[in-house]
């Protein structure tokens, strides 16, 4: 069984940065390479909210609109790991943020149904 394990949260003043990280593995220490791997996060009270996602091999990106400029989305597939840099984090940011991975094709990374593991979850906190 797959799975993820995120890191990085934190908490951050407005303005600030972090980086998400987000390791595929199994206890058996095999693992393949995931198809499109993405990142959600849902704040108090709120739905789970796409954020970012990225295809096998990081040719093809997509953003939330809220993010867009402000965070990158990329992976390195020697190390099944995805990774969020997050700069001028403000307080709408604040959630817990999940990383998820599909083993199959994912046409559209906004749809978490298309995606076959989830992490934990990491929070991240934007406070001054």
């Known amino acids: 069984q797959m799975q993820l394990a995120e890191s990085g949260g934190g908490l951050v003043q407005p303005g600030g940065s972090l980086r998400l990280s987000c390791t595929a593995s199994t206890a058996s220490g095999r693992t393949r390479s995931m198809s499109a791997m993405g990142w959600f996060r849902q704040a108090t009270g709120k739905e789970r909210e796409f954020v970012a996602g990225?295809?096998?091999?990081?040719?093809?990106?997509d953003y939330a609109d809220s993010v867009k400029g402000r965070f990158t989305i990329s992976r390195d597939n020697a190390k099944n790991t995805v990774y969020l840099q997050m700069n001028s984090l403000n307080a709408e940011d604040a959630a817990v943020y999940y990383c998820?991975?599909?083993?199959?094709?994912?046409?559209?990374?906004?749809?978490?149904?298309?995606?076959?593991?989830w992490g934990q979850g990491t929070q991240v906190t934007v406070s001054a």
């Open positions: 990225i295809g096998r091999w990081s040719a093809v990106t």
């Open positions: 998820a991975a599909a083993q199959g094709y994912v046409s559209d990374f906004r749809v978490a149904g298309k995606y076959d593991y």
